[in-house]
């Protein structure tokens, strides 16, 4: 019995004097070995998603297959230019369309609810005193409004008045006072009318006029798929990273005049890199009030900023809310010498 | 109806076409339905789409993900986000395609860099908006299938396996010194511990069942694997009792060897399931769990060679048996941790349980037959049996994390 023991006591403890010599000595090592190996692989993730160097086209998301937004696709960041209409009436016709399908970053199509068929909804402008005489036609299937933010008539307000389906209405108002104002459907529930992409901006410029200069526009807002109380998606005019896609191209010591309004339900904070802005809150100063990078914009809060680059290069633009640029509020400025910009006009 | 109420002898086609008549009718009423339509239009107000996670891979600077369609249709995959304290929308590659067929497979490459330690959120939207996620509790890298880590797996499934089996038949000699009492009270023993492991095997998987893709009925597969080593087992040994003719001391052996079957089974499932969970991250390799674990499968070894402790038999067959009953362990371990899914330890751990149960049965009739019926009533037994269960009670507190 006593050699059947040892035996057995033996072969339980081949393995684990086996596993010890095998394994035990080699393992201090290894494990730095894969410390540095796991150093050396998020370097070069990280290298992976920084900023593209020109013409890489990386950056922090990049759908199956490379597909990119068609730039056919991308919304015009330039406002309608400022002036005055012949006759000092500006008319616009805005349509009203339901469940149009919005891609809200590539692959991603939401079935949204539109001015004139794109979120947000067209650019208007007019110049302060001149008449907007702006006719709504619903096409959709239930009724809507539009809601101006400015100085108006109570009938011209767009709350109360309902545009029934197959219905119009010609809104129409003396522009003023000059400045940045919203627009959007006030149907209720308004929350969802508004998130479902009917909203939109007006510029009003002083009479006066302010000094020309390159004009951008960017309406922030955001896009909830799932309808859990949380954004899925954040943008820039519509489309999450659409000017990472294709970035705006901006020539050195140009200056620049950005109009931006916050429609989403949470506070944005619009940050240019490598420049600072002049600040004019909700445009309806000729001075500005700051110079800065970062602007908080509350809900519906606009700002018009006004700034340049002194050097050439990519620059990001972005909700400085971390969350929002990650989840599509960024976007780059390619900035050129102006003799780069005539020659490849010219070719 | 009774048979004399048929006609005496039915034609063979027309038997043939009785037979066949539901079938074929079922497949004109399929055809018309997919050419015409059902006539209901109820279509889903939105798309049903299902999408599971089975198993997250943690690289450094990488995740990959392996995901099944479960959901009625294909989908597709449009964009992914990593979620930490916020999501953030990511560049991801699927193979073989972005576009994956009902119950299709794909593997999800996001190259982020990831931070041992951290929580985080995978997220993946399809085309048709709808959204899938699936938590890493605490970021780890995932154990690669090289030297270092087999040799890990293996030496875990030797601690709680192999080891604590071959140091419960230790107690042999012990056993067969005592009186012939004791013989039936160990047997009783016996079947008390792998009933507590019948059902602990049939808790674990159910526990794993819900992690098994909703086509794939988890629950159905424990019912059939149950089935299939109950019923599949008792025919085995039948068919062994018969061809050897009942010779005592054989049928004690063979008692053993159904017993060492059926813990070894049930190992397997263990380790699949221990490796498994290793491998989601859900399962600290600690002292003090792989302790529990030797403590409680102890009693295995005891169970193993209860049986033979009043029969003569070569001492190679308590190796033998030692490895059958430990020995899965090891694979248990590796195959969980490297090619986890829960489909298969599902599966194992219901034939285990099966086995188990059927040896319980074994055990029972054994016992009547070596002292009648009445010995399962005796104190003796009762004791036994009684102590088993507390015995696995107590030593599994030590392993329920």
């Known amino acids: 019995m006593s050699t059947k023991r040892i035996f057995l006591v033996g072969l339980i403890l081949l393995p684990v004097a086996a596993g010890t010599l095998l394994f035990a000595p080699g393992r201090r090592a290894a494990d730095r070995n894969a410390a540095a190996g796991r150093a050396q692989a998020v370097a070069d993730a990280h290298a992976r998603h920084l900023p593209p160097t020109k013409g890489s086209g990386l950056y922090q998301y990049s759908p199956p297959g490379g597909r990119r937004f068609d730039p056919s696709r991308v919304y015009d960041p330039a406002p309608p230019p400022p002036g005055r209409a012949p006759n000092g009436i500006r008319e616009y016709t805005l349509v009203i369309e339901e469940d149009v399908p919005h891609e809200v970053a590539p692959g991603v199509a939401v079935p949204a609810w539109t001015f004139n068929r794109t979120v947000p909804g067209p650019v208007l402008r007019a110049t302060e005193g001149e008449t907007l005489r702006i006719t709504l036609v619903n096409k959709g299937t239930l009724p809507h409004t539009i809601h101006f933010h400015g100085i108006h008539p109570a009938t011209m307000d767009g709350v109360f008045e309902l545009v029934p389906p197959g219905g119009q209405f010609i809104y129409e108002f003396v522009a003023r006072p000059f400045g940045i104002m919203p627009y959007h459907c006030h149907s209720m529930p308004t929350s969802q009318h508004i998130h479902n992409g009917l909203y939109g901006m007006v510029i009003i410029d002083p009479k006066e006029g302010r000094k020309p200069m390159r004009e951008l526009a960017f309406v922030m807002s955001a896009f909830d798929l799932d309808r859990d109380g949380e954004a899925d998606f954040y943008a820039w005019n519509g489309r999450a990273f659409q000017y990472a896609d294709n970035p705006i191209e901006l020539v050195r010591g140009e200056p620049v005049r950005l109009y931006v309004m916050n429609i989403f339900e949470e506070a944005m904070v619009p940050h240019l890199h490598g420049t600072l802005y002049r600040l004019y809150p909700s445009g309806t100063s000729l001075t500005p009030s700051e110079y800065t990078d970062v602007k908080t914009l509350n809900i519906a809060e606009r700002a018009m900023l006004e700034f340049q680059y002194d050097f050439p290069g990519d620059y990001m633009f972005q909700c400085h809310v971390t969350e929002h640029m990650e989840q599509g509020l960024m976007g780059w400025f390619r900035v050129k010498d102006k003799a780069d910009v005539a020659r490849h006009a010219a070719h | ?401």
């Not at chain 2, 248990?332 to 298969?344: D, E, H, R, V």
């Open chain 2, 1 to 401: 109806m009774t048979d004399a109420k048929l006609p005496a002898k039915t034609p063979r086609a027309l038997v043939l076409a009785s037979a066949l008549l539901p079938v074929l009718l079922l497949a004109g009423i399929l055809y018309l339905l997919f050419a015409r339509g059902t006539g209901l239009y109820l279509e889903a107000p939105a798309p049903i789409e299902k999408l599971e996670f089975e198993r997250v891979v943690l690289e450094p600077g990488l995740i990959r993900v392996h995901v099944i369609n479960t959901g009625p249709e294909t989908l597709t995959l449009a964009q992914a986000q990593v979620g930490w304290i916020s999501r953030a929308s990511w560049e991801f590659e699927v193979a073989p395609s972005a576009t994956i067929p009902r119950l299709g497979r794909a593997v999800v490459r996001i190259p982020y860099p990831w931070t041992p330690g951290e929580p985080y959120e995978i997220v993946l939207i399809t085309a048709n908006n709808l959204i899938f996620s699936h938590e890493i509790e605490m970021a780890a890298e995932t154990p690669a299938p090289d030297r270092r880590m087999l040799g890990a797996f293996a030496l875990l499934g030797v601690y709680v396996g192999v080891i604590p089996v071959f140091l419960g038949i230790l107690w042999l000699p012990f056993l067969r010194s005592l009186p012939r009492e004791w013989y039936f009270f160990f047997l009783s023993l016996t079947a008390g511990l792998l009933v507590f492991l019948g059902v602990d095997a049939l808790e674990d998987a159910l526990e794993n069942a819900e992690r098994v893709p909703g086509p794939f009925q988890g629950v159905a597969v424990i019912l059939i694997g149950l089935s299939i080593s109950l019923l599949g087992l008792y025919a085995i040994t039948g068919w062994l009792k018969r061809r050897r003719q009942a010779k005592e001391s054989s049928t004690a052996l063979l008692l053993a060897y159904s017993i060492a079957f059926g813990i070894g089974v049930h190992n397997l499932g263990e380790g699949l399931a221990i490796g498994g969970a290793y491998a989601l991250g859900e399962f600290a390799t600690s002292f003090l769990l792989i302790v529990g674990f030797m403590v409680h499968n102890l009693t295995e070894g005891v169970a193993v060679v209860a049986p033979i402790v009043r029969s003569a038999f070569r001492w190679q067959n308590l190796i033998w048996l030692g490895l059958l009953a430990g020995g899965p362990t090891i694979a248990g371990t590796l195959l969980g941790a490297f090619a986890y899914t829960a489909l298969w330890a599902v599966l194992f751990l219901a034939v285990g349980a099966g086995a188990v149960f059927q040896v319980v049965i074994e055990i029972t009739r054994y016992q009547v037959r070596q002292a009648g019926a009445g010995s399962l009533v005796s104190g003796w037994s009762l004791a036994g049996f009684a102590l088993g269960l507390a015995v696995m009670y107590v030593t599994g507190l030590f392993v329920t994390v």
